[in-house]
Every structure is written in structure tokens, then in C-alpha cells.
């Protein structure tokens, strides 16, 4: 396999987290950095390359690894198969959109300062440690094929 001269974006932040490094684990959290919204262990194994042929179960364990050092963050579905995401300082927490339709999970706009803060403030004997905020519906697409097969239903009707 070829070797990296340069020391890669993942492989810097699997350095920092005192998380060894393996082919698998670079792999994996590479398509997690370039992906545009969370995947699941699923679609991190179709983006994997096909020879390396990594089985689910290594998928889970880097996933869970990486979650553990607190390089990815996990977002639950309506599917209950868990996403993941980076949860790197350059991805501060925002709320989720899950298509109940597809199973899409798609990133919302991150919480401001405030509402952040206001979350975080919670009563005193509380410790608030991670904050969730999953809103479920139809996604564009989703709600585009709902919308025509209505119309062709309606049609159908007369
Ligand atoms: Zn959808
Ligand atoms: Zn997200």
C-alpha cells in the first residue's frame, strides 16, 4: 500500500487523540470528514474501498472509537441504526433533520451562542453533557414523490 509522505487531516486528528493509526481507521474517518451529512455504519462501509473489504463489525468498532475520543458524534435515526458525524471543533452541535420516509439524515443550522447557553443551563443539579435535538419529517425529495403520487391518485379518482 502507498504511504503517506504528509501526515493527512485525519491522520493528524487520530494522532491528537492518541488513537493509533491503521489504514482502516484513516479510511473510514476520511469519509466521515468529506462527508455532507452523517452516515450511517452502512454507508460508510458502501464508501469503503471494495478490495479492502472492512466487514460491519470493524466499521462499528472505529466508529465507536472514535465516538469514545470524542472525534465523531452520534446521531440517532427514526430507523434506530445510529449516524455519525465529526464532532471536531470545526463541527459545533446542530440540530438534525431525518427523513422518516428515506432515512435520510440531513445537518440543520448550528445553535446559536444563546440558545446554546440557554440549554445549557439547566438547574443545578443537572449536568448536561450532550444535547440532542432531532426534528423528523419529509425530505425535499421525499415530499416531491408524496406530492406527485397524490396527484396521480387524484387523477386516477376522476
Ligand atoms: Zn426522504
Ligand atoms: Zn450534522
Given at each position: 500500500?502507498?504511504?503517506?509522505?504528509h501526515?493527512?487531516?485525519?491522520?493528524?486528528?487520530?494522532?491528537?487523540?492518541?488513537?493509533?493509526?491503521?489504514?482502516?481507521?484513516?479510511?473510514?474517518?476520511?469519509i466521515?470528514?468529506?462527508?455532507?451529512?452523517?452516515?450511517?455504519?452502512?454507508?460508510?462501509?458502501?464508501?469503503?474501498?471494495?478490495?479492502?473489504?472492512?466487514?460491519?463489525?470493524?466499521v462499528?468498532?472505529?466508529?465507536?472509537?472514535?465516538?469514545?475520543?470524542?472525534?465523531?458524534?452520534?446521531?440517532?435515526?427514526?430507523?434506530?441504526?445510529?449516524?455519525?458525524?465529526?464532532?471536531?471543533?470545526?463541527?459545533?452541535?446542530?440540530?438534525?433533520f431525518?427523513?422518516?420516509?428515506?432515512?435520510?439524515?440531513?445537518?440543520?443550522?448550528p445553535l446559536?451562542?444563546?440558545?446554546?447557553?440557554?440549554?445549557?443551563?439547566?438547574?443545578?443539579?443537572?449536568?448536561?453533557?450532550?444535547?440532542?435535538?432531532?426534528?423528523?419529517?419529509?425530505?425535499?425529495?421525499?415530499?416531491?414523490?408524496?406530492?406527485?403520487?397524490?396527484?396521480?391518485?387524484?387523477?386516477?379518482?376522476?
Amino acid at each position: 500500500m502507498k504511504k503517506e509522505r504528509h501526515p493527512t487531516k485525519a491522520a493528524h486528528t487520530l494522532k491528537s487523540a492518541g488513537i493509533s493509526t491503521t489504514q482502516q481507521r484513516l479510511a473510514v474517518l476520511n469519509i466521515l470528514q468529506q462527508a455532507s451529512r452523517p452516515l450511517s455504519v452502512g454507508d460508510i462501509r458502501k464508501q469503503l474501498d471494495p478490495v479492502s473489504s472492512v466487514n460491519k463489525v470493524t466499521v462499528y468498532r472505529i466508529v465507536s472509537l472514535l465516538k469514545k475520543q470524542g472525534i465523531v458524534r452520534d446521531i440517532s435515526s427514526a430507523s434506530g441504526s445510529p449516524y455519525f458525524e465529526m464532532a471536531t471543533s470545526d463541527h459545533p452541535v446542530h440540530p438534525h433533520f431525518n427523513c422518516t420516509s428515506c432515512g435520510t439524515v440531513n445537518c440543520l443550522t448550528p445553535l446559536t451562542f444563546s440558545q446554546a447557553r440557554q440549554l445549557l443551563n439547566q438547574p443545578d443539579n443537572f449536568s448536561v453533557d450532550h444535547i440532542e435535538i432531532n426534528i423528523s419529517g419529509l425530505c425535499n425529495g421525499c415530499l416531491h414523490a408524496t406530492k406527485l403520487q397524490n396527484q396521480t391518485l387524484k387523477k386516477g379518482h376522476r
